[in-house]
């Protein structure tokens, strides 16, 4: 089997392509279990690109009193995922 090799401008191309990058993040923690410090839950990705998150990122840049809002008005839901439902395709 032979691989063709990419030209040298298509892969620059491509490195210089930093659309899939967050511009920001919010991360989120819990307590550890002992109390002594704090563990990383998860992080959300947020892009200048998209209108919605654009509006967030500004919001959370105007200081430690717009991170506190978003804690305050932050809501979360929890689902669990059914893994005994069976999974199949339509075809």
Do not use: H
């Not at 401008?9 to 392509?17: G, W, Y």
């Not at 563990?39 to 690109?49: C, E, Q, W, Y």
Request: overall charge negative; cysteine-free.
């Amino acid at each position: 089997m032979a691989f063709a090799n990419r030209n040298n401008s298509a892969a620059a191309a491509d490195r210089a392509d930093q659309s899939w990058k967050n511009d920001a993040w919010v991360n989120l923690y819990v307590p550890s279990a002992d109390g002594t410090g704090r563990k990383k839950l998860g992080a959300i990705g947020l892009k200048l690109s998209r209108g919605f998150d654009a509006a967030v990122i500004n919001r959370l840049n105007q200081g430690p009193e717009a991170v506190q809002a978003l804690l305050q008005n932050l809501e979360i839901e929890y689902v669990l995922v059914d893994e005994t439902k069976e999974v199949s395709v339509g075809f």
